[in-house]
């Protein structure tokens, strides 16, 4: 089974249809090369359905076709072999952790372990952080305190800074999504730090 992907859509579009064509399967295919410009073809079948006789594509798959293609087998491949973790993490029963006092308390914990886990020195920390209220509460105070390992806490205003950081997340997001449709998976932060690194210029 295949699942095609609506071009009318904007793949990033929370909207977007999709449809099942149960006519293509690729476990009959003994090779990658073919799987794709069976896949291609059907694609292009479907698209000349919509378009009127003046639009519709003829002749050789093009590269683009090609690339689509590879696409929609990706997908389906990792909706296959992913299954049951794609419905936990659609399951209307998977429940948002609140980000509360003690939960921020607890990651920032776990952050500094972790830090100190990699470093043979004996480091302590700098905290800096906006002004929401789960990070100027009561826990949190009453654990930077007792943790021993903070240095100095420091309070920014609300919002301040957020405009250069939003920036730099964008540029990081397409570097990675890039990345991602050169044919490359990122499952890990290491496998993260490398599409950065190859794919983004100027993000330290």
Known sequence: MVTVSDDNTDDESKNASTQTIS????QRY?????????????????????NSKDKRSIGF????????ALKV???????????DEIESLNSSSQKKVPLDSQVTASII??????????NTTDIKFHVWSDNAGCYKSTEM???????????????????????????????IKSSIRRYVNQGHDVLTAQSMKKAIDKSAKNVK
Request: proline share 1%; aromatic share 8%; glycine share 4%.
């Open 30 to 50: 003994r090779s990658l090369e073919k799987a794709i410009r069976v896949t291609a073809y059907v694609l292009r079948f479907i698209q000349n359905l919509r």
């Open 141 to 171: 105070l009453s654990f930077l305190f007792h943790s021993g390992l903070t240095l100095s806490y420091d309070f920014c205003e609300s919002q301040n800074g957020k405009g250069p950081c939003d920036r730099t997340a964008a540029t």
């Open 23 to 26: 006519c293509i399967d690729i």
């Open 109 to 118: 914990q776990d952050v500094m372990d972790k830090i100190r886990e990699i």
């Open 61 to 68: 798959i093009s590269v683009e076709e090609r690339c689509k």
């Open 73 to 83: 087998l990706i997908v389906t491949v990792q909706q296959e072999t992913f299954k």
